[in-house]
Every structure is written in structure tokens, then in C-alpha cells.
């Protein structure tokens, strides 16, 4: 399974943004895709889950209410749709995703860099 994430860049505060995560390989094997992000000096930090088979979704605390996590499975694409942002959400953007549906995730994108201007 590759993954690959798009839509990252500049934006104001209050503004958004739309991150993508392009699926390819065997991507049967996928059960949960989640994206996940790190700011500079801080731990990684898991934003959002949506799982494949009924589209249960989960968010961070920090997010809650401002993103919307979902996934087109006939493109095998997820997305993040980001709303409000803030300069704490500038981080480097990853997606992964785990073939089974609880443990630590198999597959991972290369990330892709927000950056919140206030």
C-alpha cells in the first residue's frame, strides 16, 4: 500500500484547507486510515480516524468542531478538510492507515507541511 498527501501550504488564520491522501496498492488490506500531525519540537499527535467499512469517524480533542476527516472509496482517496485554522495547527500532515482495526499503524504518506499564519 502507498499513500500520498497533497493539499498542504501557506494560509491565514480563520482560513482552510483541504488535504488529500491518494491510496494505491492493496488497498483491500486497509480497515482504518487516520491522519496524524507533528509540529516542530512536539510529539506526533493523531488528528482524525475514519474507519473504511462504516465510516465511524474519531477526532482529536484539539480539532473537534474545525475538521471533517472522510474518505471516497471509489477514488481511494481521504481527505481532511480543515476549517478554522489556527497557528497551532502548522505542523508536517501525515496520513496512515492499519490493516487491523485496533494496534499502530502499517502504512504511512510522506507528510505534507501546514503552515498557519496569525
Known amino acids: 500500500v502507498q499513500l500520498v498527501e497533497s493539499g498542504g501550504g501557506l494560509v491565514q488564520a480563520g482560513g482552510s484547507l483541504r488535504l488529500s491522501c491518494a491510496s494505491s496498492?492493496?488497498?483491500?488490506?486497509?480497515?482504518?486510515m487516520g491522519w496524524y500531525r507533528q509540529a516542530p519540537g512536539k510529539q506526533c499527535e493523531l488528528v482524525a480516524t475514519?474507519?473504511?467499512?462504516?465510516?465511524?469517524?474519531n477526532y482529536a480533542d484539539s480539532v473537534k468542531g474545525r475538521f471533517t476527516i472522510s474518505r471516497d472509496n471509489a477514488k481511494n482517496t481521504m481527505y481532511l478538510q480543515m476549517n478554522s485554522l489556527k497557528s497551532e495547527d502548522t505542523a508536517v500532515y501525515y496520513c496512515?492507515?492499519?490493516?487491523?482495526?485496533?494496534?499502530?499503524?502499517?502504512?504511512w504518506g510522506q507528510g505534507t507541511q501546514v503552515t498557519v499564519s496569525s
Open positions: 496512515a492507515a492499519r490493516e487491523l482495526a485496533f494496534g499502530s499503524y502499517d502504512y
Open positions: 496498492g492493496s488497498t483491500f488490506k486497509i480497515n482504518v
Open positions: 475514519i474507519t473504511i467499512a462504516d465510516g465511524r469517524t
